[in-house]
């Protein structure tokens, strides 16, 4: 079955370092992949969307890639500030559905 | 609207009881998704709708929960003698179409919890 895998862990960094989140997947061919930052009590919030056929989006201090031979994508957040703390979800899409499928996120906190 | 509306916010039941939670997508979208989010959970896919119609219900985690969409906008989703398993912030969110390369956009959630 279709399996998408984001570390379950808090990622903990000092503010200005490069955070760097990880969503890998099996068993899905998809078509795009999505980013959304999430807080506490709210919806997700979209932030960046990459195509198969892109290697890497850059967004301000945002940069994702998108593997499909390593079945990977990598998100960044360069220059880390306090603010950037929150979950951080991975969607897919495609491959034969248009409907997003949420991977279950990454708390990122960053430390002043 | 601005954004998409998810009413009530908080809603409390009893167990046995039914509940409906309504969403009111952003005007002009035409996709609208059912999401559920339980502590520490990704989110569940429920049911989507294209236009007024919902082509794939399997979704729904048990013939208790039910959902429509009238008049291409606003969306309810009942949930029939709610269990305490059904205890989960639902999220609606809605696209200007259907499709790879749309966003979603979220709202805030209903924060359902069944006593």
């Known amino acids: 079955s279709q399996k998408i895998e984001q570390n379950s862990e808090a990622l903990n960094i000092q503010e200005g370092k490069t955070a760097t989140l990880t969503c890998n997947y099996t068993n899905y061919s998809p078509a795009y992949l999505q980013w959304y930052r999430q807080d506490p009590g709210r919806g997700p919030v979209f932030l960046l969307l990459i195509r198969e056929n892109e290697k890497e989006k850059r967004k301000e201090r945002l940069k994702v890639t998108f593997d499909t031979t390593l079945k990977q994508s990598l998100f960044h957040i360069t220059a880390s500030q306090p603010a950037d703390s929150a979950t951080y979800l991975c969607a897919l899409g495609g491959g034969g559905s248009y409907i997003p499928t949420f991977g279950r996120g990454t708390s990122l906190i960053v430390h002043p | 609207g601005a954004g998409v509306s998810q009413s009530p916010s908080n809603k409390v039941t009893e167990k046995g009881k039914d509940v409906e939670l309504r969403c009111d997508p952003i005007s002009g979208h035409t996709a609208l998704y059912w999401y559920r989010q339980s502590l520490g959970q990704g989110l569940e896919f429920l049911i989507y709708?294209?236009?007024?119609?919902?082509?794939?219900k399997s979704g729904l985690p048990s013939d208790r929960f039910s959902a429509e969409r009238t008049g291409g906008s606003v969306s309810t989703l009942t949930i029939q003698r709610t269990q305490q398993e059904d205890s989960a912030v639902y999220l609606c969110a809605s696209s200007l179409r259907l499709g790879p390369n749309t966003e979603a956009f979220f709202g805030q959630g209903t924060r359902l919890t069944v006593v």
């Open positions: 709708f294209q236009g007024n119609s919902a082509p794939d």
